[in-house]
């Protein structure tokens, strides 16, 4: 009860630790919950950001469907409105998702708020209110703001595609758009913020992701835009690296792989199917077991294309050294998989010999299944 009665308090450390403790022991057998539930709104209700992002946070933390159910209408308002503030949308798109992730059945969304759920994704008052601001620190703090904004939009946005991806194809557009506007454009909303040199990584990825979910785009223009970025990406890879740490090459290899992901789901650009999969060529021999591994697993998906499956086959001797030289057995199996799939009338006979030959050395934990694949490939 007296963790309750905190959460009246006008106190932020009071009401933080009533938060806290009821996140903690709130289940569904608890007494008093519908009171609980009562606070939980006046705090959501009323005009301070640091309480509602309280209430927020405990409602995520919660997550059960008595809560999806009670906040249903409340949290899409929040999201959606156009008087509340950047940090409370990004918590309410967080909650939203949390909240879909536990107890979708539960949580239903009003039709009418599809458009202004998707328009997050390009929101133009944020991008003139930029504009507005001549206080650097300001300016770049709005910038952070948005991108959190953002980010959180389009996690919540994917799920709610994985639903019902017929409600929210309105998104493709604007996520075109916007994964432009950080790629190819000279000014872009993002430009005041990058991680090690690659500008918004995460949205970058989260924007790619989204766009797995639906065939290429209908309209040519989209598609041309979508192919300019794509081909943009590819182009960057192929640059110098701008710093010698880690955080650099692995931001800049999460956009390049997911890029390459949308390449293959959308299987139609012949010039860039080719040019992912030289690129991928490229990371065969580096020196980073992650990056050979991904890249041994992505080519095997080129593999089963048309446009690209004679470009896998030029990689055929590479990967052939890394099942006879590559230490880490995981890669060793993604390297029988992709000579599996790049097997064909043409070349069976060089790529059954080799398996042969390498399956007198090879460990017991793929022999098994060498054997298969080399029993199919006579087939």
Request: charged fraction near 25%; hydrophobic fraction near 40%; charge should be neutral.
């Amino acid at each position: 009860m007296e963790a309750v009665n905190l959460l009246s308090s006008n106190k932020y450390t009071e009401k933080q630790i009533g938060y806290l403790f009821i996140s903690v022991i709130m289940n569904s057998s608890t007494e008093m919950k519908q009171l609980i539930i009562q606070n939980i709104r006046n705090d959501i209700q009323s005009r301070n950001p640091i309480f509602i992002n309280l209430a927020l946070q405990c409602v995520a933390n919660i997550g059960d469907k008595e809560m999806a159910t009670a906040f249903t209408n409340e949290i899409p308002r929040l999201l959606i409105s156009g008087d509340t503030i950047d940090p409370v949308k990004q918590s309410a798109a967080l909650c939203l998702l949390r909240l879909h992730r536990t107890s979708s059945d539960s949580l239903q969304l009003n039709t009418e708020w599809t458009a202004r759920i998707i328009h997050l994704l390009n929101d133009q008052h944020l991008v003139k209110r930029f504009l507005l601001i001549t206080n650097r620190k300001q300016k770049r703090n709005d910038r952070l703001f948005f991108q959190g904004v953002a980010t959180a939009a389009v996690s919540l946005i994917d799920a709610l595609v994985k639903r019902n991806p017929d409600e929210y194809k309105g998104c493709v557009n604007l996520a075109v758009s916007r994964l432009s506007r950080i790629v190819t454009s000279s000014y872009t909303d993002f430009q005041d913020y990058t991680y090690y040199f690659v500008p918004a990584p995460w949205l970058c990825v989260k924007l790619l992701r989204l766009l797995q979910n639906y065939p290429p785009p209908d309209d040519p223009s989209v598609r041309s835009r979508l192919n300019e970025c794509l081909d943009t990406i590819l182009n960057k890879a192929q640059e110098p690296l701008k710093s010698k740490k880690v955080q650099h090459s692995n931001a800049r290899n999460a956009v390049l792989f997911e890029a390459i992901n949308l390449i293959i789901h959308m299987d139609c650009e012949s010039s860039l199917l080719v040019r992912a999969c030289n690129q991928l060529g490229q990371f065969l021999q580096n020196r980073e077991t992650n990056l050979r591994y991904l890249a041994l697993e992505s080519m095997c998906l080129l593999a089963t294309s048309e446009f690209s499956h004679e470009a896998v086959k030029k990689h055929q001797e590479t990967v052939i050294n890394a099942l006879k030289s590559e230490r880490d057995v995981s890669v060793r199996q993604r390297a029988v998989d992709l000579l599996y799939a790049m097997c064909d009338r043409s070349n069976a006979e060089d790529i059954v010999q080799e398996m042969l030959t390498y399956l007198e050395t090879a460990d017991y934990t793929i022999r098994e299944e060498m054997v298969k694949i080399v029993l199919l490939i006579f087939k």
